[in-house]
């Protein structure tokens, strides 16, 4: 078992540029999450797919940031352009499904710094 | 909105101590009670799992209770480790979403 993968591990990037991170979720989870961590505001979580379609994006911030998830074995965040308060840890995540008894399952994050 | 406390934000006990990390949430309408360790600069690795009809999960050393009455679990860890030092996080799943307390830093000290 891989466990989940992001890419890339770290990203520094200047204000207004484009900015995507990957994600390959655990093979037969049908969930995936993406979440933003922040020493101030902690874990918030941004969107999240039930075979691979958006369920809830209320937690996306702004018109900046989009998610697709075109297969099952792939997911993007994008943000453009980007900011410097969108300096964050990003973690996707996933499940075997939404819901009780299903664990979740983190990748080590991108580091994003935006200057 | 579902909201999740864990408190204290930081403890630092001595090794082969046991020791009790708090968490309570808003929302009574869970279904799984989730905790996770988090060690600097990774992510975040999943330890205990409670489901809404259970009231704890062991695994090891770890102990997790869940009350839903009074919105509370706790993570009993047993003769500590400094390998135990970690950010420990607990997480609601409610409203089909799952909400993060903001963790309590451990620090065992050798």
């Known amino acids: 078992d891989a466990g989940v993968i992001q890419s890339p591990r770290h990203e520094v990037t200047e204000m207004g540029q484009e900015v995507t991170l990957r994600c390959k979720p655990i093979?037969?989870?049908?969930?995936l999450f993406w979440y933003r961590q922040t020493m101030m505001r902690g874990l918030e979580l941004l969107i999240y797919?039930?075979?691979?379609?958006?369920?809830?994006d209320s937690g996306m911030p702004e018109d900046r940031f989009s998610a697709k998830m075109p297969n099952a074995s792939f997911s993007t965040l994008k943000i453009q352009p980007s900011e410097p308060r969108d300096s964050a840890v990003y973690f996707c995540?996933?499940?075997?499904?939404?819901?009780?008894?299903?664990?979740?399952?983190f990748g080590n994050g991108t580091r994003l710094t935006v200057t | 909105k579902q909201e999740v406390t864990q408190i204290p934000a930081a403890l630092s006990v001595p090794e082969g101590e046991n020791l009790v990390l708090n968490c309570s949430f808003t929302?009574?309408?869970?279904?799984?009670l989730q905790w996770f360790r988090q060690d600097p600069g990774k992510g975040l690795t999943s330890l205990l799992l409670?489901?809404?009809?259970?009231r704890e999960q062991t695994s090891g050393r770890l102990n997790a209770s869940l009350d839903k009455s009074s919105g509370r679990s706790t993570l009993y860890i047993a003769a500590s480790q400094p390998g135990d030092s970690a950010t420990y996080l607990c997480?609601?799943?409610?409203?089909?979403?799952?909400?993060f307390g903001t963790g309590t830093r451990l620090t065992i000290i050798p």
């Open positions: 995540a996933s499940s075997r499904r939404q819901g009780a008894g299903s664990p979740l399952h």
């Open positions: 093979s037969g989870h049908n969930s």
């Open positions: 797919f039930n075979n691979n379609v958006p369920i809830d």
């Open positions: 929302d009574s309408a869970i279904y799984n």
């Open positions: 409670i489901q809404s009809s259970q």
């Open positions: 997480a609601n799943f409610g409203n089909e979403k799952l909400t």
